[in-house]
């Protein structure tokens, strides 16, 4: 099963991640990192289909992938 997972501490919050998304699964959580950014989050890890589109459009590689 493909897992997407953001480090919420590299995280700035920017966004780039929603949109890129096919599946629409990304939101911001409504919990705010150190630096005290919304961070992203998947939210449907079961309709993840691991396209990885998400982790090449995050500028800071906050995203991990797994298979
Ligand atoms: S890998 Fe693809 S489907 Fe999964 S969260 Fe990222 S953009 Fe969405
Ligand atoms: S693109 Fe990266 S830094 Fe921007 S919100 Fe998504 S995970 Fe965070």
Do not use: W
Request: net charge positive; proline share 4%; hydrophobic share 35%.
């Amino acid at each position: 099963m493909a897992r997407m997972t953001v480090d919420a501490e590299m995280c700035k919050g920017c966004g780039l991640c929603i949109p890129a998304c096919p599946k629409e699964i990304i939101r911001f959580s409504k919990k705010i990192n150190s630096k005290g950014y919304h961070y992203a989050e998947c939210f449907d890890q079961e309709s993840c289909i691991a396209c990885k589109l998400c982790y090449v459009s995050c500028p800071d590689v906050a995203i991990t992938i797994e298979k």
